[in-house]
C-alpha cells in the first residue's frame, strides 16, 4: 500500500510560494536567500535520502512542468544523485489539461482525484513524494488521502503569501514523528495525519 507523502519547504510564517524567486513574486527567492554553506549540504543530504526512500512522485500539472524543466536540462543546480532519482522515478500527473507531459515515465491522472490518487495508493507499494503542486495537496488534505507531511522550515518571515494551509476546510490533526535541526539554521518536522 502506498503513502502519500507531502514534502515542503516552507518560511517560519508558513510561506511555501515561489521560493526560487522564479515566479516574480515581491517576495519570492528566499531559499537561496537564507540557506547557503552547511545549510544547504545538510538540506540536499536530506532531500536525497528522502527521494532514494520513495517509490513514486505525485505533481500537479504545473508542479510537473517547472520539474521537468529543471531537471531535463544539463544544468541541474542540486546533487546529481537526486536528480538522477527524480528523474528515474515514475512521475503521476494530476491534470485536466496537460496532454503531453514532458517526462517519459509520467502518467496524467484525469478525473477524479480522490478516486486516482485512491488507486494509486493501492498499486504503489511505499513512498509517494509529493514536492510542490499545492492546489494538489489542498485537495489530498482536504479528502485525508495524505499520510505525512514533512516540512522544512527556513529560518525566516516574509510576511504575506501563499501558504500550505491557506483555505482549509476542516481542521485535522496531526502527530508528530520527526523533529531535527537540519545544518545550523533549518529546522525538519514530520507529522503523520491522524486519520489519512
Known amino acids: 500500500m502506498g503513502r502519500i507523502v ?22 519570492g527567492g528566499w531559499f537561496h536567500r537564507f540557506v547557503t554553506g552547511k545549510d544547504l549540504e545538510a538540506w540536499v543530504a536530506r532531500e ?6 520513495a517509490e513514486a512522485l505525485l505533481l500537479g500539472a504545473r508542479s510537473s512542468e517547472w ?10 543546480r542540486v546533487s546529481p544523485e537526486w536528480a538522477d532519482r527524480v528523474r528515474s522515478l515514475p512521475k503521476y500527473v494530476v491534470s485536466s489539461t ?7 515515465n509520467a502518467t496524467i ?3 477524479d482525484v480522490a478516486k486516482e490518487v485512491s488507486e494509486l495508493k493501492r498499486t504503489v507499494d511505499g513512498d509517494i513524494l509529493v514536492y510542490g503542486s499545492y492546489r494538489l495537496v489542498r485537495v489530498l488534505l482536504e479528502q485525508r488521502l ?3 507531511l514533512r516540512l522544512m522550515i ?9 501558504r500550505i494551509f491557506d483555505e482549509t476546510g476542516d481542521q485535522q490533526p496531526l502527530h508528530l514523528v520527526d523533529m531535527r535541526k537540519v545544518g545550523d539554521g533549518l529546522m525538519f518536522c514530520a507529522y503523520e495525519l491522524v486519520g489519512g
Open 48 to 53: 536525497t535520502a528522502e527521494v532514494l526512500g
Open 67 to 76: 520539474f521537468a524543466s529543471r531537471m531535463l536540462g544539463a544544468d541541474v
Open 146 to 148: 495524505a499520510d505525512e
Open 98 to 104: 496537460l496532454e503531453d507531459p514532458r517526462w517519459s
Open 6 to 27: 507531502i514534502s515542503s519547504n516552507v518560511t517560519l510564517d508558513g510561506v511555501v510560494q515561489d521560493p526560487d524567486g522564479e515566479e516574480g513574486f515581491e517576495r
Open 109 to 111: 491522472l484525469e478525473g
Open 154 to 162: 527556513f529560518p525566516v518571515v516574509v510576511g504575506s503569501g501563499r
